[in-house]
Nanobody, 121 residues
């Protein structure tokens, strides 16, 4: 059973930094895309950043230049370094990962339980 274990959320003042980690386990197949989404109160869940298996990143415009996504495939772990945090970054951050079965088979998506990030002004 695939599980995603997130860590690293918390509270910080504006301008501060946090680093999120997400360790995936439970699959004998490789994890393809891994990344982070967030959901603020009253808003829809949105993409923050995602990285392909080879590490190619995609960022939301709102976090470009401030957040950096990276991954360690040997540990099935994806990281999100968040710098210059703003109050509008306050949200529950969810890790997401897809299991890549290869051979063109459809991939399965999995989600973590979420970790709260609160940025005060």
């Amino acid at each position: 059973q695939v599980q995603l274990a997130e860590s690293g959320g918390g509270s910080v003042q504006a301008g501060g930094s946090l680093r999120l980690s997400c360790a995936a386990s439970g699959s004998s197949f490789k994890f393809g895309g891994m990344g982070w989404f967030r959901q603020a109160p009253g808003k829809q869940r949105e993409l923050v950043a995602i990285a392909t298996y080879d590490g190619t990143p995609t960022y939301a415009d709102s976090v470009k230049g401030r957040f950096t996504i990276s991954r360690d495939n040997s540990k099935n772990t994806v990281y999100l370094q968040m710098n210059s945090l703003k109050p509008e970054d306050t949200a529950v951050y969810y890790c997401a990962a897809e299991v890549d079965y290869g051979l063109g088979r459809p991939r399965d998506d999995y989600w973590g339980q979420g970790t709260q990030v609160t940025v005060s002004s």
